[in-house]
């Protein structure tokens, strides 16, 4: 056999590998449409007279159904039907089943999937089930039940998030996420606690979140950690103080320009940008001795707080100086402090 020839059969070979996996793709697609075409159908006849209210398709696939299920794009009515359909046709106990075993795989899709319908279905115990999952060691299994406590958004969901926050019990930054979605009432009274913590990371967590709550004192309750002793919670306090505004967050942002940290005082330059945005500050005035900084990323902010000034109601960026000759990086090579228009402060 020529080397020809087993090339030739190597290629063949190939294409025939490649015609069978795109034909499967294009079946599992057309198959995939049809069963959401016919659970639109049944979930439209749901509200008809004399037909049941929670009825599938015949010969729908579990795994499809679940897929449909958890899909965050699909319409929340029809998710809605497929999870009432799927408690009617399964039973609550094997859901129960389902949502507390264990393992990888498959079985761990079907438990995610029965969380959803138990949720969706309004199941009282959920809680419980989910507190359980935090408690595990899978990490794809926390961060589920961690998303799951979001959609819940109750007061208990808000508890067992800042608890698992504080036990390092799921990623860290996933649970912030879903504390933002949290109504003030539900999260505020658990957070503060985490203020005082000793441990620098859920001072940063708990701030991060306060930040965006404005509620009255909120700006002097955070802006009291700007002399914190860790960089990563003044950091976090420039960031707050940005996103609540007002004249105390701008006392705190202005001081924060003189941290001994390069990424804090970069932080407060995009702090007071925000700050300007809903009230009138000389910013100019507070930037220009940082077009000098020795840090390259403060001088990048300062540029960046300018040009995106060019987007704000008056459609003119604050002055400060001709003379300054940016650098390739963009953060200008200054060391001389420009001229700053107006003069004093205002």
């Known amino acids: 056999m020529t080397i020809f020839t087993i090339c030739l059969l190597a290629l063949l070979l190939a294409l ?20 959401l075409a016919r659970l639109v159908r049944s979930a439209g006849a749901a509200g008809l007279p004399g037909e049941p209210s929670a009825r599938l398709p015949r010969g729908a696939s579990r795994g499809a159904l679940h897929r449909l299920l958890l899909d965050p794009d ?8 497929i999870a009432q359909g799927l408690l009617a046709a399964d039973g609550l106990p094997k859901l129960l089943r389902d949502a507390g075993a264990g393992g990888g795989g498959r079985r761990r899709w079907r438990r995610i999937a029965a969380w959803e319908v138990l949720r969706r279905t309004g199941y009282g115990g959920l809680h419980g ?54 109504e003030s009432e539900a999260v505020v009274g ?7 913590d000793e441990r620098a990371v859920l001072r940063v967590h708990a701030i991060a979140v306060l930040g965006r709550h ?67 500050i000389r910013l100019d005035y507070l930037l220009a001795p940082l077009q000098s900084d020795d840090d390259w990323w403060v001088r ?22 001709a003379g300054v000759e940016w650098g390739q990086d963009g953060a200008g090579d200054g060391r001389a402090v420009p001229e700053v228009a107006g003069g004093g402060r205002s």
Not at 190 to 196: A, E, G, I, M, V
Not at 250 to 264: C, F, K, M, N, T
């Open 214 to 280: 404005r509620l009255p004192g909120m700006d002097q309750r955070l802006g009291a950690f700007g002399g914190d002793a860790n960089p990563a919670v003044r950091k976090a306090v420039a960031q707050a103080m940005g996103d609540l505004g007002g004249p105390h967050a701008l006392i705190v942002a202005s001081e924060l320009l003189r941290d001994r940290q390069g990424y804090v005082r970069a932080h407060a330059v995009r702090a007071l940008h925000n700050i300007s945005l809903t009230r009138p």
């Open 129 to 182: 089930i989910l507190g359980a999952a935090l408690a595990q060691g899978d990490p794809a299994v926390q961060l589920a039940a961690v998303g799951m406590l979001g959609a819940l958004a109750d007061q208990r969901a808000a508890a067992m998030l800042v608890e698992a926050l504080r036990e390092g019990r799921g990623a860290a930054h996933c649970i912030v996420m879903q504390l933002d979605r949290f």
């Open 74 to 81: 699909m319409p929340a009515a029809l998710r809605d039907h």
């Open 190 to 196: 658990l957070l503060t606690p985490l203020l005082d």
């Open 16 to 35: 025939s590998a490649w015609l069978l996996l795109a034909g499967w793709v294009l079946f599992d697609r057309l198959r995939y449409e049809r069963l």
């Open 300 to 321: 990048l902010a300062v540029r960046d707080a300018m040009l995106r000034a060019l987007d704000g109601p008056s459609g003119k960026a604050p002055q400060l100086g």
